[in-house]
């Protein structure tokens, strides 16, 4: 026989027994694939920004593995009690709350292994994607908060209800959290505020979030502290849990002598009830300080105690810019993989309209929100610039969808940058409706510049009273013949007419 | 003396199960018999510190367990093997035994030779490896014995440990009490009188939570003679005292 002959300190090796022969491993098969098929393919989805990539951290990575979490903790935290052994360790010298931890640290361990290994593939698959930024850490540290604070809870619930059911039980308890909306539920235990900010599941950012702005950590640090001091009060109520269990299973009060007798001193006691008290004082400030939240300019959430200015400043804007025929296409860095798309999507539909009054010079990516509010896409300035947003381009046309359609983004794209030019600045951008003559003429440049026209079949022709009465057959006549005509012409037509057609007073029959 | 018992009563509910006892062990073989709710276990879960007495005086190994740090102390010196032994099927027979080591705090670098000689002390070194789920109810037992043995102890309390032992390892096992019992204080709580004949230099027979006999297996046996039922000699004695607890 061999038994293991290496010095490690007593803490050590207990540690290594309980990594050795700790359940998780056999489940992570199960939490890998699960991982990739709710995880991973999310994050993929989305486009390589690390601040969007790393919101699935939250919003889907901590969901999946606090179900994981909280089960196998409480199944490591039941067994003394499923495996019947609580005389035979409780006959030992060691405190009963230094083996739970054990057991404990080492059903954590394997946990954030695991998810750290989670992160760090979604972190790895960005990295060779990004074109811009590095990788957030927060949105990490809650996650790891998340995680050790479902294993603690499930480890206790374990070890005060050991039983074969309360694994399962627990798993499908925090499933139904996580379903059912921890948001709501935080949100229903004070007023009507913020409190369901504490939940780290929130909806994905935009998907420019911690391009132009800095993410402020204030939300991070109020849910590590809100989850780090669960974490800590119930780890201290382990230090009790002998006491507990009686208690909760027969005794009632009557089983209280018997269970201090069972205690260990009144140090560990005494050091048991501080742990509660900081973990409850903790996760009651964080929980305060969330009722304090507000949005701030860059549409995330400042709480004011926590708050720092330097998190204010805008993030130093460093372009990319293509101008292969002649009309200059910048985006931010970040998305530089768009860059090219973009251009092509863009130069066609420009040289229908060079030299028109109002037609934009360049093209240049704005941020999605600014003081606080959604910025519109449309053309400005003098020279005219089209300003658009990421926000605009991905979540709008489907270009950070997945939608495989890449002619109807285009198609979408050039409609975006055509409405704002026919309307006129201010306007807005997007499938925004125009008049009837509008419409025409944008259909026209619309299968000018090579794509579908959008408009007309789509029936948008509400808009501003005068013409609303045209149909999409008279809108399409109308179109048909100014197709007709020669580029030269039609360019000529709209030199003298644009003022009018912007203003609305051109009507269909007045289209040559 | 390991063991000073003195007024010792524990009950549950109105149930009185340990009644009054006084004791006093040294060194040596101690056999614990009774019938069944005679209050055995819970004496000897007692003495295991893992049950409070509702009254009385207790002294292990010269330490007062009531107090956090005599308890502590006792536990390091304590060896346990309850009656139905709870295991962790995943854990191999040494690493089991290691995972005792280490609860009772021994040094760590005396671990690996102390659980080398435990597994080989109960005849399990060509399982040594194996997980306890692979085990028979007899490997199991002895592993069980393995864990109570590992931290050589100064108070050893068995709870029935022969029960699914095989004549050969009985014999083996009832040899190794006896090399126990040279230097430490073992208490065996068992039905099977043999293994008191066998084993043990003293007896004390337990009747509705209370001691009704203490004496050598030679006074026992005596007490049967001309009185008792029984096949053997001892089971007549611990027939016939029972009898006379009971009248």
Redesign the interface.
Known sequence: ?????M????SA??LR?EL??NAVPYVLPLLAAVFYFNTLRTADGFPPVWTLRASVIGDHMLFEFSAFAGGLAAWAGS??GR????????????AAWA?LSTALAGTLCWLLLAFLAGVAVVYIQTALQATWGGPPLWPVFVGAAGVTAVTVIGFTCGVVFPGRFTAPLVAVGVLVLDQAGLRAALGVVGPPGTYGLLSPSNSPPVVDTGVYHYVAPDLSVVQVMFMGGIAVALFGVLGLALGLRPLALAGGLRSL??AF??????LLRAVTVVLIACGVAASWTAFALAGTARLDAAGGWQIPALHSAASDQPVPVTQSCTSSSGFQVCVHQAFSFYLDDVAAALDPVVAEIAGLPGAPARAEEVASVSGGNPVMSGISGNPPVFEFTAEHVGSMFGEFNGIPDAAAWRGGFQQGLLDAFLEGPPQLAGPVPLDAAQQAVEDVLLTAAGSQPLGASSGQTAVNGKLGAATPADISAAAQRFAALSPSARHAWLAVHLTSLRAGTITLAQIP | MNVVLTGIHRSFGKNKAVDGVDLQLGTGVFGLLGPNGAGKTSLLRMLATVLPPSSGEILLLGRDPRRPAGRRETRRRLGYLPQNLGYYPSFTVVEFIEYFALLKEMPSSAVPKAVATAVERVDLGAKAKAKLRTLSGGMLRRVGIAQAIVNDPGLLLLDEPTAGLDPEQRVQFRALMRSLGESATVVVSTHLVEDVGAACSEVALMSAGKLVFRGTPGELTARGEGHGVGDAPLERGYSAVLSAARS
């Open positions: 026989m061999s038994v293991t002959s010095p490690l300190p007593r090796r207990a027994l050795k022969r067994r003394e495996r019947k052994t609580l005389d035979l360790v409780a006959t030992t010298s060691r083996r002598p018997a007798a069972r205690g260990d001193g009144w």
